[in-house]
T-cell receptor
Framework: SAVISQKPSRDICQRGTSLTIQCQVD?????MFWYRQQPGQSLTLIAT?????????ESGFVIDKFPISRPNLTFSTLTVSNMSPEDSSIYLC???????????FGQGTRLTVV | DAKTTQPPSMDCAEGRAANLPCNHS???????VYWYRQIHSQGPQYIIH???NNETNEMASLIITEDRKSSTLILPHATLRDTAVYYC???????????FGAGTRLTVKP
């Protein structure tokens, strides 16, 4: 398994500001993903974080709102930009060593926008 | 990704086996079936995955039908700590981008 550290674990932010969430893995992984879980809902995939290139976004998510970086095989960041109360969710990082292997999840960042 | 269908909720008595079904009738021959669970306020936890053969680990057993159109996750002796939402996922081949449905909310009762 992989040990995933997400920071911050929670935050309360003012509307209109941005928050950057960090995901650090204890070993090199090929795949990294970002998810959102809105209150009472299941997880929704935001994007695949690609090392050295632009992230691949799912329908309904755009780079201007959720810029993602992945400078190496153990680290990625997700920024939630120009936040509104509707962005209040848990944001989770997921990693996998390669295709057809299990993915592991961080404990998430609980974001509240006021 | 193959579409998966799970019952929204199930109850199980503590100490008994919990059998959680999943239908994935559109699964292709090289797509795995993965099971995860999410205990309240925590990140999803990987349980088990399989392709064709039945699988067993320290957490659970996975039974996949011969035609691969459905599977069952078995928790052999459910405890109160197994109360969680259980997700069955069949991502497309060579992908780990798990796409979550609504899952099954399992409640283990004393």
């Amino acid at each position: 398994s992989a040990v995933i550290s997400q920071k911050p674990s929670r935050d309360i932010c003012q509307r209109g500001t941005s928050l950057t969430i960090q995901c650090q893995v204890d070993s090199q992984v090929t795949m990294m993903f970002w998810y959102r879980q809105q209150p009472g809902q299941s997880l929704t995939l935001i994007a695949t974080a690609n090392q050295g290139s632009e992230a691949t976004y799912e329908s309904g998510f755009v780079i201007d709102k959720f810029p993602i970086s992945r400078p190496n095989l153990t680290f990625s960041t997700l920024t939630v930009s120009n936040m509104s109360p509707e962005d209040s969710s848990i944001y989770l990082c997921s990693v996998a060593r390669d295709g057809n292997t299990e993915a592991f999840f961080g404990q998430g960042t609980r974001l509240t926008v006021v | 990704d193959a579409k998966t269908t799970q019952p929204p909720s199930m109850d199980c008595a503590e100490g008994r086996a919990a059998n959680l079904p999943c239908n994935h009738s559109t699964i292709s021959g090289n797509e795995y079936v993965y099971w995860y669970r999410q205990i309240h306020s925590q990140g999803p936890q990987y349980i088990i995955h399989g392709l064709k053969n039945n699988e067993t680990n320290e957490m659970a057993s996975l039974i996949i039908t011969e035609d691969r159109k459905s599977s069952t996750l078995i928790l052999p002796h459910a405890t109160l700590r197994d109360t969680a939402v259980y997700y069955c996922i069949a991502p497309s081949h060579n992908n780990n981008d798990m796409r979550f449905g609504a899952g099954t909310r399992l409640t283990v009762k004393p």
